[in-house]
């Protein structure tokens, strides 16, 4: 097991109508926030409404920062620092998905940060290192989909629309103080939005999992009792949006699955950095639907020349039998199975019914190397050729053929 250091600062306040606990919270922060909201679903549904009436009951004032958008840029994190500022907000509340937590959370960093756009703390560049995130308004979530788990970790994803680069920065001060998950929230999602959640959770369960090579046997476990709980409820949250027992598996799921309790794996996260390099150049595709279309493309990859892993989830979560059957065949079954529960849940499409196009890919395999690859030789310098670490280690050629594979669903 890779050595780490576990801390848990977010107070996670969990469960059906435990909203009404917000305000409380709030009042002990301040009396002027900033309400961080996405385009329409907290609006649409009445959340808007409801938790800005809850606030004022309790004497803090809320200025609706909206209409953040699917992948936040930077113009918008910027655009909400100066929210901030005008309104004097004491602290930050996100209400909904992943994209409105992560603006929230850098807008929190980009309100201290005296005009520095906020891109300053999330650049990739060789040549100018990032600055590092000191400070940060409080910052309380609300989600309202079960998915990106945003609320109680301390990393936010940005776009930059210039570079065309789509990257996670973490810090410390992102740590939000609050996380209310409450999955009454979370009904309204609609079952194209409740599939890619799940999927996402997945991938957050999976990705050191399947990448990591360490012996860690409490976080596989953590890891297969995510997927099997995510496996166990989604199809019921799809066929009755209101099964509150079914939201709230999903909505614990999300959380803990990006919660810190699988750290110790010195693994990566391959299919969230595709993902990132995609979505980058495709800004309307929602996270957890690229992550849906890469992830048994980026499984079959790795079963192929290191089907521990994916034999040992195949066992474990989807029924394939102990029966002495070799590791790679388990590995084929456990990935049919899983593919099989794509197709149920609707999740199971090709990136060209996302609008990716074949000429793109080349580009996407660039930027994903250049932004996560490792050199192959580490005195080639900047122009050696580079891989994705993973259990099978991803090169270039590996990158196109997963990425063309995904294409065609
Ligand atoms: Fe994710």
């Given at each position: 097991m890779a050595p780490f250091v576990a801390r848990f600062p977010t107070r996670i306040i969990f469960g059906l109508g435990e909203v009404a606990r917000l305000p409380g919270e709030a009042r002990a922060l301040g009396r002027r926030a900033l309400l961080v909201t996405g385009r329409a679903t907290a609006r649409r549904h009445g959340y808007l409404d409801l938790v800005r009436q809850m606030l004022a009951a309790q004497g803090v004032e809320a200025t609706v920062f909206g209409g953040?958008?699917?992948?936040?840029t930077v113009a918008t994190v910027n655009r909400g620092a100066v929210a901030a500022g005008d309104c004097h907000a004491e602290m930050v509340i996100a209400l909904g998905g992943g994209s409105a937590m992560d603006a929230a959370k850098a807008v929190a960093v980009a309100a201290l940060a005296k005009r520095e756009t906020i891109w300053t703390f999330v650049r990739r560049d060789r040549k100018d290192s990032p600055r590092r995130a000191e400070h940060a308004l409080p910052i309380i979530c609300v989600p309202t989909l079960a998915g990106s788990g945003s609320e109680a970790n301390e990393v936010a994803v940005v776009s930059n629309p210039e570079t065309r680069e789509k990257l996670a920065f973490r810090a410390e001060c992102m740590f939000p103080r609050v996380a209310v998950v409450?999955?009454?929230?979370?009904?309204?999602?609609?079952a194209p939005q409740t599939a890619w959640g799940a999927f996402d959770i997945v991938s957050h369960a999976l990705e050191t999992y399947l990448s990591g090579t360490e012996y860690t046997p409490l976080q596989d476990r953590f890891s297969e009792a995510i997927v099997r709980t995510v496996r166990d409820h989604l199809q019921k949250a799809i066929d009755s949006p209101l099964d509150k027992p079914a939201r709230a598996a999903l909505s614990w799921c999300s959380t803990a699955a990006l919660g810190g309790v699988l750290a110790g794996r010195r693994g990566t996260y391959p299919i969230h950095w595709i993902e990132h390099a995609l979505s980058a150049h495709y800004p309307a595709l929602q996270h957890g639907r690229g992550i849906a279309m890469l992830l048994p493309h980026v499984m079959a990859f790795t079963a192929q020349k290191a089907p521990a892993k994916c034999a040992q989830l195949a066992r474990e979560v989807f029924g394939v039998p102990r029966d002495g059957a070799a590791d790679a065949d388990a590995a084929a079954a456990g990935l049919k199975a899983f593919i099989a529960w794509q197709k149920e849940t609707g999740a199971?499409?090709?990136?060209t019914e996302a609008g990716v196009s074949a000429e793109a890919l080349d580009r996407i395999a660039d930027d994903v190397l250049r932004l996560h690859g490792v050199p192959i030789a580490p005195d080639a310098g900047d122009r050696g050729e580079r891989l994705l670490p993973n259990s099978r280690p991803i090169d270039r050629a590996g990158l196109k053929s997963i990425l063309q594979a995904a294409l065609a669903g």
């Open positions: 953040v958008e699917e992948n936040p409450d999955p009454d929230f979370t009904c309204s999602a609609s199971r499409e090709g990136l």
